[in-house]
Each structure stands twice: as C-alpha cells, then as structure tokens.
C-alpha cells in the first residue's frame, strides 16, 4: 500500500486549503483503518490533524475542529482535507497516513504548503 | 493529554546505549507509539502498543511503559539512528505527538 499527497503549494491567507490522499495497491474500505492528516509546521514537531474512518466515521483536533473537514471517495480510493479560514499559522508539511487505533503505520511522503498572498 | 519527551535533544555516540523517555500527563495504558523522523522524510512507526516492533525495525529498538510513563531504547545505536525519535498516544478522542528528541552524533 502507498499513499500520495497532492494539492495546492500555495494557498492565500483566509481560503481554503484543500489536499487529495490517494491511497494505491489497497483500498480505502479495507477494515479496521483509519486516514489520517498530519502536519509538520517548518523546524517543529508533528500536529495530528484528524481522521476518517473506512466507515466515514471522523474525529478532528479539538484546536482545529471548526475548520477542518475531512472526507472519503471510496470509488477514487482517495480521502481529502479542507481547512478553512488559513492563516500563516497553517504554513506546513502535509501528511497523510493509514492508522489502525495504535500507530501510523504508512505515511505519503508529504506535501510543503505555503499560506502566503 | 499531553506528552514530554526527556531530553529534547541527546548526544551520543556509535555503538552507545541511548534511552528516550515519554510521560503523559494522565493514563494512557499502552497506547503508545513511537516514530523515528529523518530530515525531509515522512516519520516512519518504529513501536507500536508500547512495546511491539514494527515489522522490519531491528531489533536494536526495544520500547516499554504503561500508564503514564513510557521508554524507547536503542541498544546499541548504528549511524543511520542519527534522527528525531517522536512519541505519540492514541488513547483520547485527540491523538497527541510528544515534542521530540533530537538524537545527534557526538
């Protein structure tokens, strides 16, 4: 199984940053999983975003819950994250990742988003 | 909950014994994981559950702990475990990273 990330580098401060997962050699419904966003503001440590369950269930950072949605395309075998109303603050390194309730056990290789006008 | 790490950064040497430390701040049983991270390299799960391997990490890395307080050891370190070692619990509805640990060649 690989996962991809891809979207925008450059997001303007108060859009929406939105990102693709692309989840390759597995499927998205595979039982048990959970797929995550991760990110790694540059030179720190790493934030959990949220997550979406195979179900659609999800569970979002308290701290960023009234920006971040996060949904799933089974068809596509892909998951995405939108985070509204950004700010430099959100300038960072994005993850995505197959969790399955006691580690991340495969990540993308991450994608640098710029929040800059 | 909140997780520290001890210390923040570590100096040691090739062939040393290093142990990392991980304290939460209320009772997470054992789920606990822990992550080694490379400059410009996506964190890659090296114990997961507290004390299980992940399947391809040598066994040099042993972790342990319950509750609160949790440990990474790597026994005898090798010039490729020159890295940032980043805790992580998944008990609460939140999922949290310690700050990580910055081990550096002395």
């Known amino acids: 199984v690989q996962l991809q990330e891809s979207g925008p580098g450059l997001v303007e401060p108060a859009e929406t940053l939105s990102l693709t997962c692309t989840v390759s050699g597995g499927s998205v419904n595979s039982g048990g999983f959970d797929w995550s966003w991760i990110r790694q503001p540059p030179g720190k440590g790493l934030e959990w975003v949220g997550h979406i369950h195979y179900t659609g269930s999800t569970k979002y950072n308290p701290s960023l819950?009234?920006?971040?949605t996060i949904s799933l395309d089974t068809s596509k075998s892909q998951f995405s994250?939108?985070?509204?109303?950004?700010?430099?603050?959100?300038?960072?390194?994005?993850?995505?990742?197959?969790?399955?309730g006691i580690g991340f056990d495969i990540w993308g290789q991450g994608t640098k988003v710029a929040v800059s006008s | 909950i909140q997780l520290t790490q001890s210390?923040?950064?570590?100096?040691?040497?090739?062939?040393?014994?290093v142990t990392i430390t991980c304290r939460a701040s209320q009772g997470i049983s054992?789920?606990?994981?822990w992550y080694q991270q490379k400059p410009g390299r996506?964190?890659?799960?090296?114990?997961?559950?507290?004390?299980?391997?992940?399947s391809g990490v040598?066994?040099?890395?042993?972790?342990?702990?319950?509750?609160?307080?949790?440990t990474l050891t790597i026994s005898s370190l090798q010039p490729e475990d020159f890295a940032t070692y980043y805790c992580q619990q998944l008990n609460s509805y939140s999922i949290t990273?310690?700050?990580?640990?910055?081990?550096?060649?002395?």
């Open chain 1, 65 to 68: 819950q009234s920006r971040v």
């Open chain 1, 81 to 100: 994250l939108m985070l509204s109303s950004v700010s430099a603050a959100d300038t960072a390194v994005y993850y995505c990742a197959r969790g399955y």
């Open chain 2, 7 to 17: 210390p923040s950064s570590l100096s040691a040497s090739v062939g040393d014994r």
């Open chain 2, 30 to 33: 054992n789920y606990l994981a």
């Open chain 2, 42 to 54: 996506a964190p890659k799960l090296l114990i997961y559950a507290a004390s299980t391997l992940q």
């Open chain 2, 58 to 70: 040598p066994s040099r890395f042993s972790g342990s702990g319950s509750g609160t307080d949790f």
């Open chain 2, 97 to 106: 990273f310690g700050q990580g640990t910055r081990l550096e060649i002395k």
